[in-house]
């Protein structure tokens, strides 16, 4: 909130008989107002790699260590609380999570190797690491009077980009076009740079009240399994719904998911 009331500026100064502010040509303007942080940290955009370096700014600022420095495990601690908060970071994150000797490393390799070897940042590093410590480069000052304001601008900064990648990437519905390779239907899925919310590795799903383990790849989903099976049920399931023809040319079929609770698809003929 502090950020907005600096960017209005004068404009919310009390005087006699002003009744209202009309702020004109306000949108975008935030994101020249960030334009220092974001070139100094090199957190420009957001994807799976960069929601690390997010988590690692807010943690550090937790920690009040930005500015400053911090011990590796007690990083290590701070790193985990944020990212146990969300579904989708603990699946960014993976295995590493089991312990913290696991989770060390994995900061170790990102997005700490990247940020003291100047990857991101025009090839100038702010921070180094040394003997289990974390810490900001002794080069980078900045007056006392500037500190609050940084601060304020990196967790501005870093919840908005964070807010948006999260946003970006909570599973929302969608349908796949049921089509015809090698002889057998598969489903193609729809663009992922449209939609970076689509499942991708092995997931969980029901269909018909039945349960499976699904196979989503970059451009279609083409295998999915019973527990314990390696057959592919996937074209017996389609050919149920849409008859032996399934996904031949000229024909429009479809097929529904819709994400449910513990990362649990359900999926159904569509319009069915």
């Not at 600096?6 to 306000?26: M, P």
């Amino acid at each position: 909130m502090k950020l907005w009331l600096q960017q209005f500026g004068r404009g919310l100064r009390k005087s006699a008989g002003k009744s209202h502010l009309t702020v004109v040509d306000y949108v975008g303007n935030q994101r020249v107002f960030l334009t220092a942080p974001r070139a100094l940290l090199g957190i420009d955009g957001c994807n799976g790699e960069l929601s690390y370096k997010f988590v690692m700014l807010q943690a550090l600022l937790a920690e009040d260590a930005l500015p400053g420095e911090i011990p590796i495990d007690q990083l290590v601690v701070a790193f985990r609380r944020i990212v146990e908060r969300s579904a989708i970071l603990r699946a960014d994150v993976g295995v590493a999570l089991e312990s913290d000797k696991a989770l060390k490393r994995h900061l170790e390799t990102n997005p700490i190797e990247a940020w003291v070897g100047g990857k991101g940042t025009g090839g100038t590093a702010y921070f180094e690491y040394r003997e289990g410590v974390f810490q900001t480069r002794p080069d980078l000052k900045l007056a006392e009077e500037l500190l609050g304001a940084f601060d304020d601008w990196v967790e501005e900064l870093s919840e908005w980009r964070l807010g948006d990648y999260l946003g970006r990437n909570t599973p929302r519905p969608f349908t796949a076009k049921v089509i015809h390779s090698n002889g057998r239907p598969i489903l193609l899925l729809p663009d992922r740079r449209l939609r970076p919310d689509l499942p991708s590795g092995w997931v969980p799903l029901i269909a018909d009240g039945e349960s499976y383990e699904a196979h989503f790849v970059k451009i279609a989903l083409n295998v999915i399994q019973r527990p314990g099976s390696s057959d592919n049920a996937l074209p017996q399931l389609l050919r149920k719904w849409f008859g032996p023809e399934a996904g031949q040319p000229g024909r429009h079929e479809q097929v529904a998911f819709k994400p449910g609770a513990g990362g649990i698809w359900r999926v159904a003929k569509a319009g069915g």
